[in-house]
């Protein structure tokens, strides 16, 4: 069984998590962040699988709903939105153990014997196969996806250390002075919250855990150093089951927690070799399949031609005598006449007005953007009307669009 915890409320993200959960933030111009997590669960042939809801759910339950409801109980196959209802005492979900804590009983009706537990809001493929395997060879009682970062950046993770064996011998949450891997100065093994349990044992350490008035009933915190500490607890590198294509040359795998990261990585999917294929027959990227007309290209006439450069467009699109350069266009988006489009994100059902002008910008679902409007040429006024990035990108919500037609 796979057990998806997308309870989280990504506040790093700001406007695009103001409405939804960090899981339900559009991905790759027609996905969800979720979509990547489940869709590797069902490549890897796994078909009973849970997601705990929590923060702001509608929009990801909804999904869920549209994009996921094809598992059939006749072929023993199964699928729950587990949203915190208190199941177990009056509280809700209080941390990533309690959230699986909380429905035992559900896990227990599906009967497996090994559960995958996976953090809901990365961007990556993975075969869980090569790490269940590891987990029963050697006898671990929980083994823990592993990847190789920056030491500058590993202060967000778990990071732990292995010996020659895979046996992890220390693990610290979100260390302040993260400690570097033994021959590598400047990286650190950060876990990538995903972990493997017998059923069995993980209902007995979750017991334990839920007894405990000093745990704070989670797993990075709580459950893995313990087991470190008091049990086997065995690493997997992610090189040993990274999903990769064609021309992918890294292992790719991605915390999308910030705007900045977010564009980037969607905006990385308009090179002509991404380090991430969506384009791989063999491992699909699951999706709720809206139903769409083909992206359109419309006038063709000298300064009114409709056209795209080296960008994704997704169906119901609509170029209407505008320009598109390096951008990924969400489904059904709108561009008027002769309005200019680089480096942008613009989310599903966005309009950009007449001659409106737009650079190294996210605009979220169902802006209106007005005519005439240019955004990304001036930092200053930028910052005074719209919220802006470290790196620069500004990102776009219609109370922002509503707030500068007031002021005029």
């Known amino acids: 069984m796979a057990y998806v915890l997308a309870g989280g409320r990504g506040s790093r993200l700001l406007e695009l998590t103001d409405k939804r959960a960090k899981p339900a933030v559009y991905f790759g111009g027609k996905s969800r962040i979720i979509d990547f997590a489940l869709s590797n669960a069902v490549n890897s042939g796994i078909r009973r699988i849970g997601v705990a809801t929590q923060y702001k759910a ?34 809700w ?3 990533t153990a309690d959230a699986v804590f909380q429905n035992i009983d559900i896990i227990e009706g599906y009967a497996p014997e090994l559960i995958v537990i996976l953090a809901g809001d990365h961007i990556y493929k993975m075969d869980y196969g090569p790490m269940l395997v590891q987990h029963v060879d050697q006898g671990a009682d929980v083994t823990v996806g592993c ?18 064996n895979d046996v992890i011998t220390s693990f610290l949450e ?16 950060a876990s990538m919250g995903i972990y493997v349990f017998s059923v069995k044992f993980l209902i007995e350490e979750l017991k334990r855990d839920a007894a405990d008035p000093n745990s704070s009933h989670d797993f990075g915190k709580d459950i893995i150093p313990y087991l470190v500490k008091h049990g086997k607890a065995v ?15 890294e292992d790719y795998w991605r915390d999308v927690g910030t ?5 980037e990585a969607n905006i990385d999917l308009t090179l002509p070799q991404p380090a991430l294929d969506l384009y791989e027959h063999d491992w699909p990227i699951w999706t709720y399949a809206e139903i769409t007309p083909p992206a359109k290209f419309v006038h063709d006439l000298e300064g009114r031609r409709g056209q795209a ?8 699109c609509i170029i209407s005598g505008g320009t598109v350069h390096n951008s990924l266009l969400f489904s059904s988006a709108r561009l008027h006449s002769y309005c200019d489009v680089e480096s942008a994100v613009i989310l599903p059902n966005a309009s950009v007005g007449r001659g409106a002008r737009l650079t190294r910008v996210i605009v979220e679902k169902n802006v209106q953007i007005p005519p005439g409007l240019v955004v990304g040429e001036d930092p200053a006024a930028d910052k005074e009307r719209f919220r802006v990035t470290e790196k620069g990108i500004v990102l776009i919500t219609q109370p922002m ?8």
Not at 63 to 88: K, M, T, V, Y
Not at 147 to 164: H, K, L, T, Y
Not at 235 to 249: K, L
Not at 309 to 316: I, K, P
């Open 58 to 91: 509608h929009s990801l339950i909804r999904h869920l709903n549209n994009g996921w409801n094809f598992f059939r109980q006749e072929r023993n196959e199964g699928f729950d939105i587990l949203p915190a209802s208190q199941r177990s005492g009056d509280d």
């Open 93 to 95: 979900y209080k941390g």
């Open 147 to 164: 990847i190789e970062v920056p030491r500058a950046d590993a202060a967000g993770f778990g990071v732990m250390a292995a010996d020659a």
């Open 174 to 189: 979100k260390p302040k002075d993260p400690p570097a891997m033994i021959g590598k100065p400047e990286r650190s093994l």
């Open 235 to 249: 690493a997997h590198p992610f090189t040993r089951s990274c999903r990769r294509s064609g021309y992918e040359t």
């Open 259 to 263: 705007v900045d990261a977010y564009y």
């Open 309 to 316: 450069f080296a960008s994704l467009v997704s169906g119901g």
């Open 401 to 408: 669009i509503d707030r500068l037609e007031l002021r005029a």
